[in-house]
């Protein structure tokens, strides 16, 4: 039982001192003049869809949730997030070619009609983020468009 007792405040150690190692927030007040809204006059319907379904993970501004400042919650996020500007960040679209823009453009309509974004894990929490069926068509619709404008 001794033992159980000394692992027990071991972990709370850690726990504590983990949390003065803080993340680096991926945070931005102003929207950029490349970003995908900006070039492509998104409309207004599609445009707020993507915002809050999208934007957090794949734009240079989350919307932080109250649990991201605690240890290790925040270096899940903050890996997560870095991991989905990597892989397509919206305030950077302008700055893409047109053969990675197409090529960004069928993804996102591969992975919406699959249901793999946006992600369980981030629809768990955030609710207003799962898209209808109608959503999906709204936006697969428009994004299709867009791409066909683009070849």
Same mark, same amino acid.
Request: charged share 25%; with cysteine.
């Given at each position: 039982?001794?033992?159980?007792?000394? @692992?027990?405040?071991? %972990?709370?150690?850690?726990?504590?001192? #983990? +949390?003065?190692?803080?993340?680096? &927030? !991926?945070?931005?007040?102003?929207?950029?003049?490349?970003?995908?809204?900006?070039?492509?006059?998104?409309?207004?319907?599609?445009?707020?869809?993507?915002?809050?379904?999208?934007?957090?993970?794949?734009?240079?501004?989350?919307?932080?949730?109250?649990?991201?400042? @605690?240890?290790?919650? %925040?270096?899940?996020?903050?890996?997560? #997030? +870095?991991?989905?500007?990597?892989? &397509? !960040?919206?305030?950077?679209?302008?700055?893409?070619?047109?053969?990675?823009?197409?090529?960004?453009?069928?993804?996102?309509?591969?992975?919406?009609?699959?249901?793999?974004?946006?992600?369980?894990?981030?629809?768990?929490?955030?609710?207003?983020?799962?898209?209808?069926?109608?959503?999906?068509?709204?936006?697969?619709?428009?994004?299709?468009?867009?791409?066909?404008?683009?070849?």
């Amino acid at each position: 039982m001794k033992f159980l007792k000394i @692992i027990a405040w071991l %972990a709370l150690v850690a726990l504590i001192v #983990i +949390q003065f190692f803080p993340i680096t &927030l !991926n945070e931005s007040d102003a929207v950029p003049q490349s970003d995908f809204m900006v070039e492509n006059q998104v409309p207004a319907t599609i445009k707020n869809q993507l915002q809050v379904s999208c934007y957090d993970c794949h734009s240079n501004n989350t919307d932080y949730p109250w649990y991201s400042k @605690i240890q290790p919650a %925040a270096w899940y996020l903050e890996d997560h #997030i +870095q991991a989905g500007k990597d892989e &397509l !960040n919206f305030n950077e679209w302008d700055t893409y070619s047109s053969r990675r823009k197409n090529s960004k453009l069928r993804s996102i309509i591969k992975q919406i009609e699959s249901g793999e974004m946006p992600m369980d894990s981030y629809t768990l929490i955030h609710r207003d983020a799962i898209l209808s069926d109608e959503d999906k068509r709204m936006i697969i619709d428009y994004i299709t468009a867009l791409k066909d404008s683009l070849e």
